[in-house]
């Protein structure tokens, strides 16, 4: 089986709390799998155990067939596990092409020493200028990071991320605080990454959900109520009345 991600019984417990409660799931190769639940459900507390700021109190995390149970955030990060830059990252008063450059090179730099400086430099601003293209940014390369509009930095923190090849992306709510516009384009930003790396998406925001998706795993109060197609999920009575029904209200 492709999964890039697979978790089998995942459990965290703060005090008398179940945070995650056995949770199962799995991600596959170039899928979109959403996970949604209502506030306190567990979402972030999951993420935080895939990326290793948390360890579980039981439970496993394989992630391309290793296992990353017991593994220190930056050896999963070698291995192919992603997450976006925080804005608080990105550098206000250098440009957005020298910001992803800076990134490209972070992750690139080592092997790029083989050749000479100058071909170091134009390798890098090659990926630069590629993952720039077709990106809502491509328009903006030049402009200083301080300038920018909040979607337009947010989308800068999906390239910088992109950018180090990840196998999975984890997304807590990209979506947050975005307008309509900019939603439109960050739903556009991550369908054209689906190409390159598979992704595990926290979000609210269920019209992004639902355009994104290949399938959802919905989590209330810690455990995994339901998990299917977006259809499924959609048309699930147990989804409905737990959470769904709160958009409606
Ligand atoms: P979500 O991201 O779905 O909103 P969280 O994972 O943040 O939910 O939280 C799940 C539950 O665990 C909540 O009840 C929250 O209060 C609790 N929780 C999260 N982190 C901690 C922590 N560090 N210490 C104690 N309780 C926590
Ligand atoms: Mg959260």
Not at 110 to 125: H, K, L, Q, T, Y
Not at 161 to 184: F, I, N
């Amino acid at each position: 089986m492709s999964h890039v991600l697979d978790i089998q019984g995942l459990t965290k417990t703060f005090g008398g709390l179940t945070a995650t409660d056995n949770v199962s799931l799995t991600v596959n190769s170039g899928e979109i799998h959403a996970l949604i639940g209502p506030n306190g459900a567990g979402k972030s507390t999951l993420i935080n155990q895939i990326c290793g700021e948390i360890l579980p109190n039981a439970g496993r995390i394989t992630l391309g067939g290793r296992d990353i149970t017991a593994l220190a955030p930056a050896d999963r990060v070698a291995l192919g596990l992603g997450r976006t830059f925080q804005i608080t990252s990105l550098l206000d008063d250098m440009t957005v092409r020298a910001n992803l450059g800076m990134a490209v090179q972070a992750r690139a730099g080592g092997n790029f020493r083989i050749f000479d400086r100058a071909a170091s430099r134009a390798a890098v601003w090659d990926e630069v200028d590629q993952s720039l293209s077709g990106s809502a940014l491509a328009v903006r390369a030049d402009v200083p990071v301080a300038d920018l509009a909040h979607g337009e930095k947010k989308q800068l923190e999906l390239l910088m991320a992109l950018s180090q090849r990840p196998r999975l992306l984890l997304l807590d709510e990209p979506m947050a605080g975005l307008g309509h516009v900019e939603s439109q384009q960050m739903i556009d930003a991550l369908r054209a990454a689906r190409k390159d790396c598979a992704i595990l998406l926290v979000e609210h925001d269920m019209e992004a959900v639902f355009a994104l998706a290949d399938r959802i795993t919905v989590l209330v109060y810690g455990r995994v109520i339901a998990a299917g197609s977006a259809e499924d999920i959609r048309a699930n009575p147990d989804v409905r009345e737990a959470y769904l029904g709160e958009e409606d209200a």
